[in-house]
């Protein structure tokens, strides 16, 4: 069964304090690779689009990387606006526009 | 317009009762979706519908549900008979067509069913 899992449920970082999300997927064969921010009482914002493996994307404090099984959203000296919620979201290739959808990472970023 | 509009933002409904949701795209865009959103769960495909192609309903999670588009724009969302399950934010996307992933989301509408 194809499934998006996102890790962990909820972040808490103190301001500067980089880490990293994950979006762990499992599909057949894999058209794309989606990673959305949410601020609450908004719809998802799109950030990144990552279609093969090695594939990395920057924006601002945010990068994210893809591997064959999994993707990370690293946040370098993470400020309070960036705290929102992110959601992960693959295509398959068998897919011409669903997406599955993770249940996303909850991330504060106290200062 | 310059981004997606739903309306209305919020709406409470009385259980048995119908209820119609709406979704105004970005001009342009021929790909519109449909999207329900639990607290802690994600994303619910609904619908989709691309030109004027006839619509992939299989996200609808019962009868109870339509939705249509008009002049390839506007779309409503219909749910009859209203349920407590049904009470979620429902969203909508749009994109210049298939394909695209990165799609453009409205601010939804916060369904809750008393």
């Known amino acids: 069964e194809d499934q998006v899992t996102q890790s962990p449920e909820a972040l808490r970082l103190q301001e500067g304090e980089s880490s990293s999300l994950n979006c762990s997927y499992t599909?057949?064969?894999?058209?794309?690779l989606f990673w959305y921010r949410q601020d609450p009482g908004k719809g998802p914002e799109f950030l990144f689009t990552l279609y093969s493996a090695g594939e990395e994307k920057e924006k601002e404090r945010l990068k994210a990387t893809l591997t064959k099984k999994e993707s990370f959203l690293h946040i370098t000296a993470p400020k309070p606006e960036d705290s929102a919620t992110y959601l992960c979201?693959?295509?398959?290739?068998?897919?011409?526009?669903?997406?599955?959808w993770g249940a996303g990472t909850k991330l504060i970023i106290k200062p | 317009g310059a981004g997606v509009s739903q309306s209305p933002s919020n709406k409470v409904t009385e259980k048995g009762k119908d209820v119609e949701l709406r979704c105004d795209p970005i001009?342009?865009?021929?790909?519109l979706y449909w999207y329900r959103q639990s607290l802690g769960q994600g994303l619910e495909f609904l619908i989709y519908?691309?030109?004027?192609?006839?619509?992939?309903k299989s996200g609808l999670p019962s009868d109870r549900f339509s939705a249509e588009r008009t002049g390839g724009s506007v779309s409503t969302l219909t749910i009859q008979r209203t349920q407590q399950e049904d009470s979620a934010v429902y969203l909508c996307a749009s994109s210049f067509g298939a394909n695209q992933g990165g799609y453009t989301f409205g601010s939804g509408t916060r369904l809750t069913v008393v």
């Open positions: 979201a693959v295509q398959a290739l068998y897919s011409n526009y669903q997406l599955i």
């Open positions: 001009s342009g865009h021929t790909a």
């Open positions: 519908f691309q030109g004027n192609s006839a619509p992939d």
């Open positions: 599909v057949s064969g894999l058209r794309g």
